[in-house]
């Protein structure tokens, strides 16, 4: 994913002198803060590192489609084993770049129908991978600042077709600010203000969007380390209602966003969850919640 909490945090080292996220019991961290970390990354890690991985952390992504850049989803059929080690569940769809909204209208598919389409494929996707009903899945809106009228047709039209199939909608997509004419926006904010006015005109009656906001800068995060705070230390005043998730460190670390932050990373700018051997299949992205099943919990 490519847009990728204060306290305690500290360089651990593996082997290979890597650094390393600071270990604690999920139990722990849901008694002392109620907060509820988690990780995600784009493709399936190792099934030999999934019992490290779940002493860090309460849940994991989980792609209905392949990522970003890739071809194929290398976390279908994983769900099983996941639900075996007790890990909660991220539910992610791979949404449409602009670029390729704009060259679908070039050749006359409209931008809602596409996302129409990609709602249901993504709600098939669920259930197909023994999902409950009614499950959260978010869409990743990868390009921040405010949405453009094709992504807003096509980002809304994919939300309603997720929920017509009985499933429950969300979004992941920049908290970072966008500098524009008057001030500034993030994606977060624009989709939850256009949100807000969708549910005053239609009185859908479905529940809330959830958006998983996408915030590596410091402050607020404090880079690699599992010392996060609640969801509630991203904003000031506290979390709107609409935060459900925070991704606040990315693998690769971002220097433009994360100049500020602590070095926590690994040498090679990663973060790795305690006992688990670096190396390209165990690199993580790391979120807080205020749940420990956030698309599964209701």
Same mark, same amino acid.
């Given at each position: 994913?490519?847009? /990728? ?16 996220? /600071?270990?604690?019991?999920?139990? !722990?961290?849901? #008694? ?21 991985? /779940? +002493?860090?952390?309460?849940? &994991? ?12 989803? &290398? ?7 996941? +639900? ?7 539910? *992610?769809?791979?949404?449409?770049? =602009?670029?390729? *909204? #704009? $060259?679908?209208?070039?050749?006359? %598919?409209?931008a809602n129908a596409m996302g129409a389409a990609d709602g249901k494929v993504a709600a098939a996707a669920a259930a197909r991978e023994g999902f ?10 990868? %390009?921040? !600042?405010r949405l453009l009228p094709e992504q807003a047709a096509y980002v809304f039209a994919w939300i309603d077709a997720v929920r017509a199939a009985g499933? /429950? ?20 904010? =624009?989709?939850?203000?256009? %949100?807000?006015?969708? %549910? ?22 404090? !880079? ?16 709107p209602s609409y935060t459900a998730v925070w991704q606040y460190a990315q693998s690769p670390r971002r220097n433009q966003f994360s100049e500020k ?6 040498? =090679? ?16 992205? *790391? =979120?807080?919640?205020?749940?420990? $099943? ?5």
């Open positions: 994913m490519a847009w /990728r909490l204060a306290g305690l945090w500290g360089v651990l080292s593996l082997a290979m002198a890597t650094a390393t996220i /600071r270990a604690q019991t999920a139990h !722990g961290r849901a #008694k002392a803060g109620h907060a509820y970390s988690g990780f995600d990354r784009n493709d399936y890690p190792v099934d030999a590192a999934l019992a490290a991985l /779940r +002493k860090s952390f309460n849940y &994991t992504s989980y792609w209905l489609s392949p990522p970003p850049g890739e071809t194929r989803n &290398t976390w279908a059929g994983k769900r099983a084993i996941l +639900k075996q080690f007790g890990f909660g569940f991220l539910l *992610l769809f791979n949404g449409r770049s =602009d670029a390729e *909204l #704009k $060259d679908a209208a070039r050749k006359g %598919e409209a409950p009903a009614h499950v959260l899945i978010f869409l990743d809106q990868e %390009e921040g !600042g499933e /429950r909608a969300g979004v992941y997509c920049s908290g970072i600010p966008v500098q524009e004419s008057g001030g500034s926006i993030t994606t977060a904010e =624009d989709i939850a203000t256009r %949100e807000a006015t969708r %549910e005053s005109a239609q009185s859908q009656g479905a529940a809330p969007l959830a958006i998983w906001v996408a915030d590596d800068a410091c402050p607020p995060s404090p !880079g690699c380390t599992l010392a996060q705070p609640p969801l509630t230390a991203m904003f000031s005043p506290p979390a932050c602590p070095k926590n990373d690994a040498p =090679d700018g990663n973060c790795y969850a305690p006992g688990v051997a670096p190396s390209a299949n165990t690199f993580v992205d *790391l =979120d807080t919640a205020d749940s420990p $099943d956030p698309s599964e919990a209701r």
